[in-house]
T-cell receptor
């Protein structure tokens, strides 16, 4: 089946530094990728939707200058948390969708645990 | 607004017990409904789905029926196994032309099955 990987699986960084998280579709081309954030005992909250070659669409309340998303190829999207602070500590999950249609299945990565000290 | 509410966990059952995880939703229009499962250390996987009222999704012995009158999509399994231990997420997807097709998730329910 379709596989989506994320790297790194967990990262610890100091406050004020930037962290990049990669999301890759390993065996299909992903026209659209989604980035979610999950707090403990909370649901996954959509942060942004990115389509290959165009700017990401951010959900209300998500700072686009803080969470930079790049979807430069059909198999790779990156999320960069800039000037990270302890409140950015969370579990970040990406998903990838092969087709253009909104009814196509999304495939999820295993997530990245970010801890900001 | 659009939202999904599912029962709080954790749920602990003995092997071969009957499982129900409740899920209700609020949505405009006619959403599609999903159950995703997340095994330890893995990404979310689609377990089953239903796209219209009265549809029943089923997979691996799990079932859920799209009930429009009660806005529910409860997950059931007649006899759980230790290998079913995971976190289960109920989700909806809005279906209209301008939608990006993103999913709206419930908080997840952790299921632990004891031998």
């Amino acid at each position: 089946g379709a596989v989506v990987s994320q790297h790194p699986s967990r990262v610890i960084c100091k406050s004020g530094t930037s962290v990049k998280i990669e999301c890759r579709s390993l065996d299909f081309q992903a026209t659209t990728m989604f980035w979610y954030r999950q707090f403990p005992k909370q649901s996954l909250m959509l942060m942004a939707t990115s389509n290959e070659g165009s700017k990401a669409t951010y959900e209300q309340g998500v700072e686009k200058d803080k969470f930079l998303i790049n979807h430069a190829s059909l198999t790779l999207s990156t999320l960069t948390v800039t000037s990270a602070h302890p409140e950015d500590s969370s579990f970040y999950i990406c998903s990838a969708r092969p087709g253009q249609g909104y009814t196509d299945t999304q495939y999820f990565g295993p997530g990245t645990r970010l801890t900001v000290l | 607004g659009n939202s999904v509410t599912q029962m709080e966990g954790p749920v602990t059952l003995s092997e071969e017990a009957f499982l129900t995880i409740n899920c209700t939703y609020t949505a405009t229009g006619y959403p599609s409904l999903f159950w995703y499962v997340q095994y330890p250390g893995e990404g979310l996987q689609l377990l089953l789905k239903a796209t219209k009222a009265d549809d029943k999704g089923s997979n691996k012995g799990f079932e859920a029926t799209y009930r429009k009158e009660t806005t529910s999509f409860h997950l059931e399994k007649g006899s759980v196994q230790v290998s079913d231990s995971a976190v289960y997420f109920c989700a909806l997807r809005l279906n209209y032309g301008g939608s990006q097709g993103n999913l709206i998730f419930g908080k997840g329910t952790k299921l632990s099955v004891k031998p």
